[in-house]
């Protein structure tokens, strides 16, 4: 699926042992492997520590046979199953029982697999299609679903029908290439992974003088530039000026060209090519902001195994007393780790004071997006890592360099940029990963608590120290090219007074008040108030993130756009007339149709640059035409623009409500009675029913929704594995509880889980009363026919809602569902 050429290279490898030789161990993989290998082993301690029956499937001879009896036995879970089809084998991490009915009995099973990623990548699934493939042999019936354990252990599902039949001809199509395997002939190698021939394929490509090798070149221009006879980078550096290419566009072919000259010069002369682009207001050297004494150059080290990932290491160059000095925070845990970035963030914002003109300069994005999450986890120093983000503080020396100039290496890393003002590097540790992977071995086996005891901190320190020094360098080069360009600064400038400390709302200064008095409450109620008391900020911490992430995408070109699958960049204005659509106007816009992004038709989005809202009315992917909607008052969208998500959720009615009960509990310590049950783990209130007693004496629906129907201000929480049928329960208790007039408020974290639940109760109203009334609020989205089925209708917003409540039998009190 990545990589044709790696596929032929272990083909190769395994008939022809020795002729090419592999990459020699590294490091990075074989740590990557060891924190994957504990990630299975503590989510199968977690699965035993509850109580799951396994059967954990040694690795012998007997394998095959072990894992089909554990399968006919109807063992809960089965771990490391050996599985095989035809030419394909292999052993699944986990293998989950589910009430479903195969050719085992009453039962059969479903693939979970474990990765250390915080989300589902594409090859998961296919993975998993093969796994569920061959469960299928076995049970006679493809599993339904498919599931991956993330790295912070949450579960994602995805429906098999989805992805198989994609992965059956992905299957069919690797078989055919083995068939057709020729040694003499390998595939292209790029763009692809390549796995343990990465140093092969290296030398390959320079040999071939591949255009990948084009700095931030994309895949689909490659083909586009071979389809017209330019297949290498060569090729691309001599074409001439006047030379087209269908479907790209001449400026991004003449940046193209120039990319590769300077490569081709830097390759021919040994010495990094370089040259300047032509100053534009409002980005590159522009925003360069003066020199201040006070400046700080700024990096960080991160360690992404912890889980949750660990900050350990704050690094910056600055000036004091007229020499550069360095500084460092180290944190080794979480506890540390907050202590060390309020520490930072103290000193920093307290040399902002000092000096309104001073800015953080750093390379790339990691920092900035380090420090909002560190803000965020320890809901500390949010309003001035604010003050300084909002006050253009921080200032992206990477995206500086990109609008700025152009480099002859083939890539813009900090690594390859300071060839231009800078000797090679030395030391132990040369890279971001050997940091990773000396960390690690330092957490293994300590030579010591601090870099002044320990070897390995120390090297740690030096080569974060050395990237700190880098970044000053730059940023000096990089203001002598303004000065010699008579470039004027065109970012915020230095403002007479800083802006005044923020006054904390009602709800920060009460949940400072019950974090100070914590120590004081009863022992059992001390994590209910430090609970409480965080929960108060937690909606506009929560905002934080989707509105610096807004103006980070202004700051972006439009390639970086283009790579940021929640936009649409660089849509350009037709010459068709505005069209009226409703009461409003309908602009037409073309764009790449290879672009790749998650925006749908229907959907409010927001123009980049101003952040103003307009409506994508109509979308053809297959074209590139989009139809973008906007008020008459406002006047027509720019002819040229890029869109994004609006990600924004106003939360205050619900900030209002936590505040509410949180002011009471201050006054009472007494809190709502269900919300009292869930968060003090009482027992549920039921009436008739004794405490201690069992809430239902047999485990079936009817008793639950009997329950349900008798609890007295109170929370029950019904829990079980996948497949014990807590969807077919809810969606029974919910049919009953809105024929007794009640409303039923439904969350989840996926909205397939609550399609799945509010259809599956739609299903058994309409068998119970014969129909069913209902609307529901916002995209009909893939569900539609299944909604519709019931007897639900669609209303795309609460106004179209209140239009057709007359014309639709909207009673939720009867058989309705509404979301």
């Given amino acids: 699926m990545e990589s044709p050429f790696d596929s032929w290279m272990e083909r190769h490898h395994a008939q022809h042992p020795g002729l090419i030789l592999p990459d020699q161990c590294d490091a990075g993989k074989v740590l990557l492997q060891k924190h994957g290998n504990q990630h299975e082993e503590i989510f199968l301690r977690h699965l035993i520590d509850q109580g799951t029956d396994v059967a954990i499937i040694n690795d012998s001879h007997e394998a ?20 095989a089809v035809g030419q394909f084998a292999g052993k699944a991490d986990f293998l989950f029982r589910v009430n479903k009915q195969s050719a085992l009995g009453a039962h059969s099973y479903e693939a979970w697999d474990t990765k250390l990623a915080r989300k589902a990548k594409p090859y998961f699934i296919v993975q998993l299609c093969c796994y569920s493939e061959m469960i299928a042999r076995l049970q006679g019936d493809l599993p339904e679903v498919l599931k991956v354990v993330l790295g912070d252990l949450a579960v994602k599902e995805f429906r098999t029908a989805d992805y198989f039949h994609y992965y059956m001809q992905l299957k069919q199509s690797f078989l055919l290439f083995q068939e057709r395997f020729d040694r003499s002939n390998p595939p292209d190698c790029a763009p692809g992974t390549y796995s343990r021939w990465t140093d092969h394929a290296a030398q390959y490509l320079d040999e071939c003088d591949h255009l990948s090798l084009v700095a931030n070149i994309r895949k689909a221009q490659i083909k586009r530039l071979a389809d017209c006879g330019i297949s290498t980078l060569t090729a691309l550096a001599t074409v001439p000026e006047e030379t087209k290419v269908p479907r790209l566009a001449d400026e991004t072919l003449q940046c193209l060209r120039a990319q590769a000259r300077l490569q081709l010069e830097t390759a021919v002369t040994e010495k990094t090519a370089f040259e300047m682009l032509p100053a534009c207001p409002g980005k590159g050297l522009s925003l360069l902001p003066f020199k201040s004494a006070k400046d700080v150059f700024f990096d960080m080290e991160g360690y992404p195994y912890a889980e949750g990932g660990l900050e350990y290491l704050f690094g910056v160059s600055c000036e004091e007393n007229g020499s550069i000095c360095f500084r460092d925070w180290w944190a080794h845990n979480r506890v540390e780790e907050k202590i060390a970035f309020e520490q930072f963030i103290d000193w920093i914002y307290a040399r ?8 953080i300069y750093h390379y790339a994005n990691y920092e900035v997006a380090a420090l909002r999450r560190l803000a965020g986890r320890h809901s500390t120093r949010v309003e001035q890592l604010d003050d300084l983000l909002r006050e253009g503080k921080f200032i992206d020396l990477y995206q500086i360099t990109r609008q700025s100039l152009r480099v002859g290496e083939s890539s813009y890393s900090i690594k390859s940029i300071e060839h231009l003002f800078r000797s090679k590097r030395e030391g132990t540790v040369a890279t971001a990963m050997d940091s990773v992977v000396f960390y690690d071995r330092w957490l293994e086996d ?3 608590s601090t870099w002044q005891e320990s070897r390995i901190l120390g090297d740690i320190r030096a080569y974060n120290e050395i990237d700190c020094l880098s970044t000053k360098q730059l940023a000096d080069w990089l203001w002598v090219k303004q000065n010699d ?24 200064l009460l949940a400072m008040k019950l974090v100070d008095s914590a120590a004081a409450v009863a022992p059992e109620t001390k994590d ?8 108060l900020e937690f909606h506009k911490r929560e905002a934080k993130p989707i509105w610096w992430r807004m103006y980070d995408r202004q700051t972006m070109t439009i390639d970086e756009l283009k790579e940021d699958l929640d936009c649409l960049a660089d849509l350009r204005r037709t010459k068709r007339p505005p069209l009226i659509v409703r009461k409003s106007k309908g602009f037409e816009y073309s764009f790449d149709p290879d672009q790749d992004f998650k925006l749908v038709e229907g959907e409010e989005c927001l123009i980049v640059d101003d952040l103003r809202r307009v409506k994508l009315e109509f979308l053809d992917r297959e074209k590139g035409f989009a139809l973008l909607v906007t008020s008459a008052k406002k006047g027509p969208p720019p002819d040229q623009l890029s869109l994004m998500r609006d990600d924004y959720v106003a939360s205050e009615t619900i900030e209002d409500s936590i505040l509410k009960v949180v002011c009471a509990w201050q006054e009472t310590k007494q809190l709502p009675g269900a919300l009292s049950t869930l968060l003090l783990r009482q027992e549920p209130k039921i009436t008739g029913r004794l405490t201690g007693a069992p809430i239902v004496s047999a485990n079936d ?16 929480c019904i829990q079980g594995p996948p497949g014990s049928g807590k969807t077919y329960t809810a969606s029974h ?37 014969g129909t069913t009334n209902g609307i529901k609020v916002g995209p009909a989205g893939s569900n539609a026919n299944a909604y519709e089925q019931f007897g639900l209708a669609f209303a795309t917003n609460a106004k179209d809602l209140l239009e057709r409540k007359g014309a639709v039998n909207y009673n939720l009190g009867r058989h309705g569902v509404a979301v």
Avoid at 69 to 78: F, K, P
Avoid at 485 to 508: D, F, H, M, N, T
Avoid at 701 to 716: G, P, Y
């Fill in 64 to 83: 095959a046979q072990l894992t089909m009896q554990a399968m006919r036995d109807g063992r809960e879970v089965v771990y490391q199953a050996n599985l």
């Fill in 701 to 716: 629906v009817e008793a639950i929704s009997n329950a349900i129907k008798r609890m007295d201000h109170t929370t029950l």
């Fill in 528 to 535: 209910l108030q430090l609970l409480l008391a965080h929960l």
């Fill in 485 to 508: 360009l008579g470039i004027a600064y065109g970012g915020k400038v230095k403002k007479e007074s800083l802006p005044a400390p923020k006054q904390l709302s009602p709800a920060a």
């Fill in 733 to 769: 208790a919910i049919a009953e509880l809105l024929k007794n007039g009640k409303r039923v408020a439904i969350s989840s974290n996926s909205h397939k889980a609550i399609d799945k639940l509010l259809i599956e109760t739609a299903a058994i109203a309409k068998s119970s009363a």
């Fill in 352 to 359: 902002w004071r000092q000096d309104p003109s001073m800015h």
């Fill in 446 to 448: 300590p030579d010591g």
